[in-house]
């Protein structure tokens, strides 16, 4: 470790580590400092620990929480799938921060040490591992995907990046699926009994609105920013996260009323229930038939027509890689393989939800696929 003026901190001649208000953690010993919090995770006593079983579709995640605050979050926020059975991937996280006995203060990382993102990434996968540092409120977040364990230390209970109050154990569950062929993938759905399309295309792209729209008029989804995606004949498209993001004028358009519905995030969206809203619940599968890339074109009736794998591919890549790090090669592969095995179309919106619902129900309706 080092300390505040970048020195190294380490054991004296007594064994014992120097105790400074702020250490750090740099290139050279990233690697030791990650292998040593997973270990520590899993040594520490769970009789002081809160557990929580989250039966996510085609995943058992077991997570022991510090924090009864943030284990209410996940909750609320993270979808459980209606079979009782063990699933096939099973992942084991903990959840630890400084307030509790026995467990340290994240180190910060040392900016001169020539440590980047990019190395972070490149110097855990070496010892196979994958890991995520956020620097505003110093926390680590470090996965064996070999053993299919991870930690999460953070500076306070609810010392977590913003986004990750919204997806609340977002890295960790990409992780877990990647460990086990399945990825999560920053795209929607819009389905029809049990066949769909994934909705993607970066923020602001009106893939939110779309979905919306969908869902408050007679059609299924099984999320509106995450999905988990299993490659394979059919593709299948399963929920995470229960939750739904709208900013205020794009819940008027749909007609709901913002005011209640809560605050707005760090993102100056609202989040709210989908399940609750929309009356039904989220589909717990859907056979991916298509790839809709809505276009804002403010139509007066909504359009579909035929895209290209690139486009579908720059629609789902950029933020599908970069915002959930490590594996970023088998992330573009799998990217790659989705947008040549499904056929990929832009949806060209109007600004009339009931339409585009409509547009996209006849679309699902028609058979679709033989539209190559």
């Avoid at 979905?211 to 999905?227: Q, R």
């Avoid at 039904?280 to 298509?290: G, P, T, Y």
Wanted: net charge neutral.
């Amino acid at each position: 470790m080092r300390r505040r003026d970048g020195q190294r901190c380490g054991p004296g001649s007594d064994g014992v580590v120097a105790r400074d208000p702020v250490r750090y953690v740099g290139a050279s010993d990233v690697q030791s400092y990650a292998q040593d919090r997973v270990a520590a995770a899993q040594a520490f006593p769970k009789k002081d620990l809160i557990y929580r079983l989250f039966r996510l579709p085609q995943l058992d995640l077991i997570v022991w929480f510090a924090s009864q605050e943030l284990a209410e979050l996940c909750e609320r926020k993270l979808f459980q799938r209606r079979d009782l059975s063990p699933a096939s991937a099973r992942a084991e996280i903990y959840v630890l921060d400084s307030r509790v006995a026995g467990w340290t203060t994240p180190v910060a990382w040392f900016e001169k040490s020539g440590l980047s993102p990019r190395s972070l990434d490149q110097s855990l996968a070496a010892i196979g591992l994958r890991g995520y540092y956020y620097h505003d409120s110093p926390s680590w977040q470090f996965f064996d995907p070999l053993a299919n364990v991870g930690v999460m230390t953070l500076s306070s209970p609810l010392g977590l990046p913003p986004w990750e109050i919204s997806s609340p154990l977002r890295l960790f569950i990409h992780w877990a699926y990647a460990a086990a062929g399945m990825r999560l993938i920053h795209a929607a759905t819009l389905g029809l009994g049990s066949e769909g399309a994934l909705i993607s295309g970066a923020s602001g792209s009106g893939k939110s609105g779309t979905t919306l729209a969908g869902l408050l008029n007679g059609l299924d989804s099984n999320g509106d920013d995450y999905v988990v995606v299993e490659a394979g004949v059919p593709t299948i498209a399963y929920p995470v996260f229960k939750f739904f993001k709208q900013d205020p004028e794009g819940l008027r358009r749909v007609g709901l009323s913002s005011c209640e519905m809560g605050p707005l995030n760090w993102q100056g969206k609202i989040e709210f229930d989908a399940e609750g809203c929309a009356g039904k619940s989220l589909a717990e599968s859907l056979k991916i038939r298509a790839i809709l890339i809505p276009v804002v074109a403010r139509l007066s009736r909504s359009s579909i027509e035929r895209a290209d794998a690139r486009s579908a591919a720059l629609s789902l890549a950029p933020s599908g890689v970069f915002q959930l790090p490590g594996d970023a090669a088998s992330g573009f592969q799998f990217i790659a393989a989705l947008v040549r095995a499904v056929p990929a179309f832009r949806l060209m919106l109007s600004e009339d939800p009931a339409d585009i619902a409509a547009t996209v129900h006849a679309f699902l309706l028609k058979g679709y696929p033989n539209a190559r």
